[in-house]
């Protein structure tokens, strides 16, 4: 066995990507005060081809060296948009017919494993700050919340490895459905 070259990778471009067709979510910040945890997100965004990101609230936007750092390059291949707030995001994507769920430990939140996505609906992920979560008042606007199951001493994530955890379980029922 051997590690693959980049070249056999077989990757798509940065406008092959921009042309490809994307799986049916986009992710919403709110109020991410990490450039690194944005860049990452830009890279996750990438990998699983997201259709958009949302920068909400104070989550700076590209470029920025911190979030180039990070995003190795896949600030340029998602599409994103700065929006003031995340509350107005969310009216906004709800309008739009996309089915928004917050990343939050809440009442009646459900458990990731037991999430299955309806067909032919898109999905908009919210993830909240560092510290604080997701703003109550997002809370009280989105359809629904999933909780990571944790079995360990501490009772959250880093929010870029949460967006890893849930986007994959969100794509790969997707691609069971295919």
């Given amino acids: 066995m051997r590690k693959l070259l980049i070249e056999e990778m077989d ?7 921009k042309n490809a067709d994307k799986f049916p979510f986009v992710i919403v910040l709110d109020n991410i005060r990490s450039l690194n945890n944005v860049g990452s997100f830009f890279r996750t965004a990438d990998a699983f081809r997201a259709s958009k990101i949302y920068l909400c609230g104070f989550t700076q936007s590209p ?8 995003a190795l390059g896949a600030e340029v291949s998602v599409a994103w948009e ?3 707030s995340t509350s107005e995001a969310v009216v906004r994507l709800k309008a739009e017919g996309y089915r ?7 009442e009646g939140s459900t458990l990731l494993q037991e999430f299955s996505p309806g067909p032919d609906v898109p999905y908009a992920f919210v993830f909240g700050n560092e510290v604080e979560g997701v703003a109550d008042e997002v809370i009280d606007l989105v359809d629904s ?3 990571i199951p944790q079995f ?4 959250s994530f880093n929010v870029s490895v949460s967006a890893g955890i849930v986007l994959w379980e969100f794509v790969k029922q997707k691609l069971t459905k295919i």
């Fill in 100 to 106: 928004v769920v917050a990343v939050e430990q809440a």
């Fill in 63 to 70: 470029p920025h060296r911190e979030i180039t750092r990070s």
């Fill in 11 to 17: 990757r798509l471009s940065v406008e092959g990507f």
């Fill in 152 to 155: 360990g001493t501490k009772h």
């Fill in 82 to 84: 700065k929006i003031e």
């Fill in 145 to 147: 919340c999933i909780e």
